[in-house]
């Protein structure tokens, strides 16, 4: 027997009737592996060692496979054609190793990017070895998050900055705060067009738009006001005016058809035209590659397969008729310089007809799909364009206008554009006029404006500006969108637009103050070009890992002796006039001055008197004291982190202590405002004397470390993880083991 190891069951049903007797095929449900999340589990000082556990859940799934393996022949190893892929079958044969399962059994990568007979079997005929780059790029990749979740996350919690800080999540909040706070900033500019409704001599009626006047070309905000409008109207005169066409330009023009999907412009237009949000976008598109209808979904290539363009061509041919067909194939140039060129563009399977048996989400996204691919491969759309000057006979001036007709449909045929997209080109019918042909002046249509800020963001344009600056990968977009939602870092109205959060706007300030690279575009983008390198076997991972992680080190512990005080000057100053637009912010109450306050129930504004003056207002402008009173007296309890481990508890069993995560020390008539680093350090020495932790080694049970303490409440004692206890001397670590699994044991019987 043959097994063949793919990640989703839906893909396992589809290829097993491909493959038929002889063979067995069992999904891996995805990751089977992941780091032990746990601190210490990336050894940095260790040629970053990785600590690697099969994922919670996926227990009965790993001895569902190893069953099978023990009694497979061969056994080819089908994840997706990604990095991630890649990873999942490196996971997949480590674990498969370390069960000894292997001897006397052969072991084959396969991959195909499109789920149809032909293309399993084509792939099975030509096996290879995991690919030792791709899966150095992974370990870097997960051990750059895993090391800023470790770091910063924790920063962030103790202050309640945040819930956490991911590499390329951060980014993208701060991309919305950035754009937000140039929307506040944004100052509206007020200007007029002048428009006119003329006629020709067959007295047929348009539009055309003043240009010139008096020798100066007008610009979009040359005319600043009504009052420079109504003059140029005066000087010109009251209509009907006798006009002249002075200026004919007449031109064909060609519309070339876009470029099959990538990932990212699949989910910018099923944004645009489907409303899907990129979750939906890519779970349907996962949908449609595992029933064998499209490629593969994730994909910064704008390339075809030949068989593929020659398949469409045929389809255009038959359909349409050689008008719409060019005698060469389109080709497409992929933008982005990291694409793997061996794979195609999103496209579907087959083209002789759209899918059938397909409804809801799916047939609504492998249409836009179908039509895309067929579209990219036809002729040009063809349009002519008029454009006529007219000058009034008694003046300086020229009015102008533009008319555009489709005079062959090309790939438009079946891709509408102009009916379906945004930025269609309105046709416009003109007469036919000829140079000296008279023209009346019938009517002026003054028009005021103001100038725009710039648009919020949405998740397709978002996810183009991503792309457009290096960072993120097919595979992530989806991802990000989703979890900066789910964080509560931004929110989205009625149009689909992100609006930061208060969290939004407090962590980009925190980050973009003390960890500016890790929010920097350019840091990221390079960060995302590095990956690319060592998936290409131009960088070294550990290179790459030491570039990064060294100077990433020397930030977050450069963060960690910063005051709250200090950081919520910072937030202070980051939003304040986004929280105070009309520069006031004395409390109307007391006098005092308001400002920014955080607690892990979210922050809100209150006056710097407190508790004198309890004066606070919920970030949003609602005004609810009550409410916001529990809010402060919660606070007034939260820990501090003071820096070098050290944290301060205002409120403890018996008063306020300090601690370092191993010792307590009582920090009695201490306050948030009165406790600093040095104290705090000064009270735990004389508490303990110097006495430290010494770590026993690793329970086998549990995977975590034993640590035995010479000194506490109640004397010397032993802990491992939550679990605590109490001995007389340092134990081997034979007995430790005991005493902590039979205290575990005792407490669940309980």
């Not at 007296?633 to 191993?662: H, Q, R, W």
Request: aromatic share 8%.
């Amino acid at each position: 027997m043959n097994l063949l190891i793919v990640e989703s069951p839906s893909k396992a049903k589809t290829i097993e009737k491909y493959l038929g007797a002889g063979w067995k095929v069992i999904a891996s449900v995805g990751h089977v592996r992941d780091l032990v999340p746990e601190n210490g589990s990336v050894d940095t000082k260790n040629d970053f060692k990785m600590r690697w556990q099969i994922m919670p859940g996926k227990e009965k799934q790993i001895k569902q496979i190893v069953d099978l393996v023990k009694k497979a022949d061969a056994i080819y190893l089908a994840s997706d054609p990604d990095r991630e892929g890649e990873a999942i079958a490196w996971h997949l044969l480590d674990i498969l190793k370390s069960k000894r399962v292997l001897a006397g059994k052969q072991v084959y990568r396969v991959a195909f990017h499109e789920i149809t007979k032909n293309a399993v079997l084509a792939a099975i005929k030509e096996p290879r070895e995991i690919d030792s780059n791709l899966v150095d790029a992974y370990i870097v990749r997960r051990a750059l998050d895993y090391l800023i979740g470790f770091s910063v996350s924790p920063l962030l919690w103790r202050r309640n900055l945040g819930k956490s800080a991911g590499r390329v999540q951060s980014v993208a909040v701060k991309l919305v705060v950035d754009r937000e706070r140039e929307i506040e900033a944004f100052r509206p500019q007020e200007y007029w067009s002048l428009g006119a409704e003329v006629s020709d001599k067959n007295a047929f009626n348009f539009n055309a738009s003043l240009t010139k006047f008096d020798g100066k070309k007008i610009e979009k905000t040359t005319l600043e006001n009504k009052e420079i409008v109504d003059s140029i109207m005066q000087k010109i005169g009251t209509p009907v005016i006798s006009a002249s066409v002075c200026n004919i330009e007449k031109k064909k023009t060609q519309r070339h058809a876009f470029a099959p999907f990538t990932t990212s412009t699949l989910q910018q237009e099923a944004a645009r035209k489907l409303f899907f949000s990129s979750k939906r976008t890519m779970a349907t598109a996962q949908h449609l590659y595992e029933q064998g209808f499209i490629t593969y979904m994730r994909t910064d290539a704008t390339n075809l397969s030949v068989d593929a363009v020659s398949e469409i061509r045929e389809y255009i041919k038959k359909t349409y008729g050689d008008k719409f067909l060019p005698k060469q194939p389109n080709i497409y140039v992929t933008k982005s310089k990291n694409a793997q060129e061996a794979h195609e563009a999103i496209r579907p399977t087959h083209f002789d007809e759209p899918a059938k048996g397909l409804s809801g989400d799916e047939e609504k996204l492998y249409n836009l799909i179908w039509k895309r691919t067929i579209a990219c491969q036809m002729t040009n759309a063809e349009f002519d364009s008029c454009a006529v000057d007219i000058k009034p006979n008694n003046v300086d001036a020229v009015f102008h206008s533009v008319g555009t007709t489709c005079t062959f449909d090309g790939f438009m045929k079946v891709y509408n554009e102009t009916k379906d997209d945004d930025d269609g080109e309105e046709s416009v019918k003109l007469p036919s006029l000829n140079v000296g042909d008279v023209i009346n002046i019938n009517k002026f249509l003054p028009e005021q404006h103001f100038t725009q800020p710039p648009a919020r963001f949405t998740e397709a344009s978002l996810v183009k500006k991503l792309e457009e600056l290096g960072i993120g990968r097919p595979s992530t977009y989806a991802t990000i969108m989703s979890t900066i939602v789910d964080r509560n870092y931004v929110e989205q109205d009625k149009q689909h637009r992100f609006h930061p959060t208060s969290a939004g706007w407090i962590i980009s300030a925190y980050l973009s103050k003390y960890f500016t690279e890790l929010v920097d575009v350019n840091f990221t983008a390079k960060t995302e070009d590095t990956l690319d390198d060592v998936s290409n076997g131009k960088n070294d991972k550990l290179t790459a890992l030491n570039e990064f992680w060294t100077p990433t080190n020397e930030t977050i512990e450069a963060a960690r002796g910063i005051k709250t005080s200090e950081i919520i000057d910072v937030i202070n100053d980051f939003m304040s006039k986004h929280l105070f637009p009309d520069g006031q912010t004395k409390c109307p109450k007391c006098g005092g001055e308001l400002g920014i306050k955080l607690s892990k129930y979210g922050a809100f504004i209150g006056c710097n008197k407190y508790p004198e003056c309890d004066y606070t207002v919920k970030i949003g402008g609602d005004n609810t004291p009550e409410k916001i009173d529990e809010v402060i007296d919660k606070a007034a309890t939260e820990p501090v982190d003071l820096g070098d481990g050290i944290t301060f508890y205002p409120k403890g069993k018996f008063g306020p202590y300090v601690s370092n995560g191993a010792k307590n020390a009582s920090a009695k008539g201490y306050t948030v405002d009165t406790i600093t680093l040095d104290i705090a350090k000064d009270l735990l020495d004389k508490k303990t004397s110097g006495a430290t932790a010494v770590d026993l080694g690793e329970n086998p049970a549990t995977k975590q470390k034993i640590l035995f303490y010479p000194s506490g409440r109640y004397g010397p004692y032993i802990s491992s993880g939550r679990v605590n206890v109490s001995v007389k001397t340092q134990p081997d670590l034979d007995t430790a083991i005991e005493l902590i699994n039979n205290k575990k044991t005792v407490k669940k019987g309980k």
